[in-house]
């Protein structure tokens, strides 16, 4: 883990996985960090700005991160056509006030409560050393 006293330049610690979440129109919602082993989690803070949350009760959601290669092996292909096909579906589920030139909104990423925890508890053991 890499710290910093400014809190942009500190990294996440741990094995991570990421959630996104998709609302009752099917378009996308938000992303999340989470250690691996909690689960998709119920709110999600700021990097950076630990007063900023945002809850996602009542959204589903899918885990996004999937092993295509192991120990040098790929696992699973996909052709261009597939890859195409599901990125232009993913562009589709962009809310379109995310998409636009003039004064867009910004799409959300957090991360969960437990990797909150591991980062600032790391931090503070390194910085009494």
């Known amino acids: ?11 996440l610690p741990g094995i991570k996985n990421i959630y996104r979440y998709i609302n009752g129109e099917e ?6 960090v989470e250690l691996d082993g909690y689960g998709a989690p119920e709110i999600i803070y700021h990097p950076w700005q ?9 959204y ?6 999937q092993k295509v290669m192991d120990k040098g ?6 052709s261009l056509e597939e ?3 599901y990125a232009i579906k993913r562009l589709i589920q962009v809310p379109e006030e995310t998409k636009r030139f003039d ?9 969960g409560k437990e990797l ?6 790391l931090k503070e053991i390194i910085w009494k050393h």
């Open 1 to 11: 883990m890499k710290v910093s006293e400014n809190i942009t330049k500190t990294t």
């Open 27 to 32: 378009k996308l919602y938000a992303d999340a």
């Open 50 to 58: 630990p007063g900023k949350h945002c809850l996602l009760n009542g």
């Open 60 to 65: 589903s959601y899918e885990r996004i991160i």
């Open 73 to 78: 092996t790929v696992t699973s292909e996909f």
């Open 83 to 85: 890859s195409a096909s």
């Open 103 to 111: 004064n867009p909104h910004i799409y959300k990423v957090g991360i």
């Open 116 to 121: 909150v925890g591991l980062r600032n508890n």
